[in-house]
């Protein structure tokens, strides 16, 4: 499907789900009977339930547009309860009412609307097939979980499918233009969307439990207000992690503004980072911090004399006291953003030298925090490999050969050892900066072409770091 142009996507999406919807009007469906008894109370009120979550939920998300299908439980309740056409009108109301983010409006809505339903359809004739209305019927827990299994794996597959192997972009955001994600993405996207489905499911799976129970409809109610609260706490942080990002990258941004011959080195820095947190086991709290570490471990450059960053001669002592003066600058500017942590200190330390020669401090050894050794090896790594106002980029192998050369005296043998094991097993898809041309994935098999000479140091020229 991804091959086809996005409005013929939008149009056959479209009519699939109006197809869908026909037994409703009496008009019956190649093994699906019309039914002259629609269950109209259930479908208003789970339709109405739906509707009122997406809405709270588009209320709540204040840091962007509403990413739509939020509540699943409720969707996946009907499709447990409802017959097919009945399941697949629910998600209806709730998509199309929804505020849309970009325009086009109706369109995007219709594709939102249209996935949904062609979702919650095939859920429920999943669910249907595999006997899972008479389980919860019979409240046969057993045979209602293996059904609502089988549910939710179509519902992943329907979305995944019409995602196109990516999660759908926000406000039910169609395709622009032919989508290029390939088997391997959309299986990946369908393994990581199972699980978060799965607790979807078993909430609505209690849903119609409960439903079907002496108890009836309002107790299926009570199964949300768990659900409700981890929305909320899951909204909070998706809100706390959206700000923290905003922080980051206008921060950047700034830098790259200021230096345009490093543009692209602050995320470049940020990924090694995290490649050599990864190569050490470092829980996922750490490698999320140290790429943070390496993304700003240049902001200080917003203090310094854009002439000197891109100065082409030699720096005179005076200059180079300046430039080494931008950790400190850094540090002073960040040090007041708490959720960087550890962070803070790379952004001050990462110019330190394990034999105590760096700056700005002369610290050596176990003095430097390891966040500053993890980034001061990921930075010496993109310079070199990077083109610069006063140097070329040079090839991978060559770069990771320079590291090892000044293991145990710039830079800490484990961390280029990290780096130098991460590359070689995910190999280096860099984008080399200063006249914005790109490379193509480089590993450690990169010939060694265009050398006439032996490797410059690290720190650049007049040994002046950038």
């Not at 629910?90 to 409006?105: D, F, K, N, S």
Request: one cysteine or more; a positive charge.
């Amino acid at each position: 499907m991804e091959a086809l142009p996005a409005q013929a996507r939008v149009t056959g999406v479209t009519l699939s789900a109006l197809l869908c919807l026909l037994p409703l009007l009496g008009v019956p469906l190649p093994g699906i009977p019309a039914d002259d008894h629609v269950p109209w109370w259930p479908v208003v009120l789970l339709a109405a339930l739906y509707a009122g979550c997406e809405r709270l939920a588009a209320s709540r998300l204040v840091t962007g547009p509403h990413p739509g299908g939020t509540f699943h439980p409720v969707l996946l309740a009907a499709a447990f309860l409802l017959p097919p056409y009945a399941a697949a009108l629910v998600a209806l109301p709730g998509a199309l009412l929804l505020p849309v983010g970009q325009r086009p409006y109706a369109v995007r809505g219709l594709w939102r609307a249209g996935r949904l339903v062609l979702a919650v359809w095939a859920a429920s004739l999943a669910h249907l097939a595999a006997g899972g209305r008479a389980a919860v019927a019979d409240c046969d827990v057993p045979r209602a979980l293996v059904a609502a299994g089988a549910a939710v794996v179509a519902f992943c597959l329907v979305l995944t499918l019409l995602d196109g192997g990516v999660p759908a972009p926000a406000s039910g955001a169609l395709p622009r233009g032919r989508r290029t994600a390939g088997p391997a993405a959309r299986w990946r996207h369908f393994l990581r969307s199972l699980a978060p489905l799965g607790v979807h499911g078993l909430a609505g799976l209690m849903m119609a439990l409960l439903w079907r129970s002496t108890y009836g409809p309002v107790a299926a109610l009570f199964v949300l207000l768990p659900m409700g609260v981890s929305w909320w706490a899951f909204a909070q942080y998706h809100r706390e992690r959206a700000a923290h990002q905003a922080t980051i990258r206008a921060l950047v941004q700034a830098v790259d503004i200021k230096d345009g011959y490093t543009r692209g080195h602050s995320e470049r820095v940020g990924r090694a980072s995290m490649m050599i947190a990864r190569e050490l086991g470092l829980d996922d709290a750490r490698v999320e911090v140290l790429r943070f570490a390496g993304i700003l471990h240049d902001v200080g450059k917003l203090g310094v004399p854009t002439r000197l960053l891109t100065k082409d001669g030699p720096l005179t002592p005076e200059e180079r006291r300046v430039i080494e003066l931008h950790p400190e600058y850094g540090h002073e500017m960040v040090r007041g953003i708490s959720f960087l942590g550890e962070a803070r200190a790379a952004v001050l330390h990462h110019h330190e030298r394990l034999d105590g020669s760096g700056y700005p401090y002369g610290l050596a050894g176990a003095q430097i925090p390891e966040s500053a050794r993890v980034v001061a090896v990921a930075d010496a790594f993109d310079a070199m490999t990077s083109n610069r106002s006063y140097s070329r980029a040079r090839p991978v192998p060559v770069a990771l050969e320079e590291l090892r050369r000044c293991a145990g005296t710039h830079f800490d043998p484990r961390m280029v050892g990290a780096l130098v094991r991460a590359i070689g097993r995910a190999g280096w898809h860099p984008a080399v900066t200063a006249d914005e041309a790109r490379t193509t994935a480089v590993g450690l098999a990169t010939p060694v072409t265009g050398r006439t000479g032996p490797a410059a140091p690290v720190t650049g020229r007049s040994g002046a770091p950038r």
